[in-house]
């Protein structure tokens, strides 16, 4: 585990609900999911998530309100103390991520920046 006074992320009580989901209709060789960042959108980075079948090299694991998230290693640094929660509204619903580390975002909210 990381070494830091704040975890590497949370998860809100909708969150943990929508993973509990996903968990109970996916294949019974996925472990939890895992969240990482990839290069993309105008502000430079974008989270990702996705169904984790096994645990990589060197990579973090939580588990928080009964599911499990890896954190691969390159994304730690980005998320320490971030909050993943789940939205729904009107027309859109996925897990967003409240990050103090975020020192911008772009118009749309697909991307974000943090300054090294």
């Known amino acids: ?7 590497i ?9 929508h993973i509990r989901g ?6 019974n060789d996925v472990l939890g999911i895992r969240v990482g960042i990839k290069t993309a959108g ?10 984790a079948k096994d645990k990589k090299p ?3 694991s ?3 309100k009964g599911v499990t998230v890896f954190i691969d290693p390159t994304a730690v640094m980005f998320l320490i103390g971030s909050e993943m929660d789940w939205q729904e509204e009107k027309f859109t619903s996925g897990f967003v991520f409240n990050n ?4 911008a975002r772009c118009g749309c909210g697909e991307s974000f920046t ?3």
């Open 58 to 60: 060197f990579e973090d």
């Open 114 to 116: 943090v300054d090294a």
């Open 100 to 103: 103090p580390n975020e020192t």
């Open 22 to 27: 996903l968990m109970e209709s996916a294949d």
């Open 1 to 7: 585990m990381f070494a830091s006074d704040k975890p």
């Open 9 to 17: 992320i949370s998860l809100s009580d909708r969150a943990a609900e």
């Open 42 to 51: 105008c502000s430079g980075m974008k989270y990702h998530v996705e169904y």
């Open 62 to 64: 939580i588990t928080d």
